[in-house]
């Protein structure tokens, strides 16, 4: 199949290139650069030893994807294409949801235009909200967002899943993606955050290569085993695998998927470091600090829906997603640049 990967620059959409072309897809790349580079699929090419059709382009701009969508005639589309940093989306809440939103109306409209049926979408965990109790699963209603960057992935959801209702031979796959970390194992492609990073991982590998001090543990006083946070963490290659066996799943289904991507392992953030160090014998300064407002203290999925309907499981170790995020960390300490 021709796969169209919106936002494919990115770190979870280069790696499911990687993952697509492996499994003998063609992929198409949209990407206006906005939180990453060409060198990722330049990157890709080298791994794979196969071409990449690479489009620099918004994907709010309808008559640029329309043009791309005519010509390369996707068989489905995967969107990645987001503003994701959820402090930024609290500061700057029109952003998100413009960009957000119309890069999913713009698509939607261009493949209705095209006759593209099948649309594979990047969600997250963070649409159960805090009403929840984890495990997480498919089937309880969403919850509240606590802000404007989890509202966005929350009506995107409803978008879509509302274009189906109208267009029956739509297939719409919902992935919903637990926490994302690691890196390719050959250390040339990885998450190349823009700035401090938010996320745990990136800011553990920076204080590891010595950009920054030490990590803050955001609040040890949880009702969890160690009092830190606990989380579904998933390694990217893991994720990307999750792709393409959800576009192999939705070339044969029409209607609404809606699919959990993780683990169903919560580990706790002193988990996260205690296993970095011993992994990589490299040590990481930190200390515990307050809680992060917004922060829930246990999320994790229900993965059993994933393995059901797309013969799907994480298969890689905690260890080695530390292990591969420390060796795109130390290979590329600037990232890309
Ligand atoms: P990323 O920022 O690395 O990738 C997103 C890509 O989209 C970037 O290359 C960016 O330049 C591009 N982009 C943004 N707006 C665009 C636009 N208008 N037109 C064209 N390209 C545009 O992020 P990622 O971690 O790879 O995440 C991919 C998707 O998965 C995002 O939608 C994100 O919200 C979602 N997601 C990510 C995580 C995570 O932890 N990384 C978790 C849940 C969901
Ligand atoms: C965050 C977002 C979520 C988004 C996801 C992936 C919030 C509230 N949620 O989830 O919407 O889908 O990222 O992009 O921001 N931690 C530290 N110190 C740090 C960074 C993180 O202790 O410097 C802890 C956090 O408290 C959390 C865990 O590490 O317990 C993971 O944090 P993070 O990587 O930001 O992911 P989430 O908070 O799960």
């Known amino acids: 199949m021709k796969i169209l990967l919106a936002g494919g620059a990115g770190y979870i959409g280069s790696h499911t290139a990687v993952a697509l072309l492996e499994a003998g897809h063609q992929v198409v790349v949209l990407d206006n650069y906005d939180n990453s580079s060409p060198e990722a699929i330049h990157r890709v090419e080298e791994l794979t030893g196969k071409k990449v059709s690479l489009y620099e382009g918004d ?26 940093a959820v402090g930024e989306s609290i500061e700057q809440p029109l ?13 939607l409209e261009s493949m209705a235009e095209t006759g593209c049926k099948k649309i594979v979408f990047s969600s997250s965990a963070t649409v ?9 699963h498919e089937l309880m209603p ?4 606590t802000n404007p960057y989890g509202w966005t992935k929350s009506m995107m959801e409803q978008i ?32 190349n955050p823009r700035g401090i990073p938010n996320n745990l991982m990136p800011y553990v590998t920076q204080v590891a290569v010595g950009k920054r001090e030490k990590l803050t543990v955001f609040g040890g006083d949880y009702d969890t085993p160690d009092g830190t946070c606990l989380r579904d963490y998933i390694h990217v290659m893991d994720l990307a695998e999750g792709h393409v066996k959800a576009v192999e799943f939705g070339a044969n289904h029409t209607g609404v998927d809606i699919i959990n991507l993780g683990t169903g392992q919560p580990y706790s953030v002193l988990d996260i470091v205690h296993t970095f160090q011993e992994v990589n014998g490299i040590k990481v300064n930190y200390e515990i600090g307050p809680r992060r407002s917004g922060d829930l203290p246990v999320v994790y999925a229900d993965a059993s ?10 298969k890689r170790t905690l260890a080695d997603m530390c292990r591969d995020s420390w060796n795109w960390q130390k290979n590329n300490p600037d990232g890309y640049e």
């Open 305 to 314: 829906k994933a393995q059901k309907v797309l013969g799907w499981q994480a």
């Open 59 to 84: 994907a709010t701009d309808h008559k640029r994807v329309l043009d791309l969508m005519q010509r390369e005639q996707p068989d489905c589309v995967i969107h990645f294409a987001g503003l994701k």
């Open 142 to 145: 969403k919850g509240s967002c």
């Open 128 to 136: 159960y909200g805090a009403e929840n109790a984890a495990p997480c």
């Open 95 to 107: 952003r998100y949801y413009r960009n957000n939103i119309d890069t999913t109306l713009t698509l």
């Open 160 to 191: 879509l899943q509302d274009a189906a209702v109208a267009d029956k031979d739509l297939s719409v796959v919902l992935l919903r993606y637990f926490n994302p970390i690691g890196a390719h194992e050959s250390g040339r492609i990885g998450e």
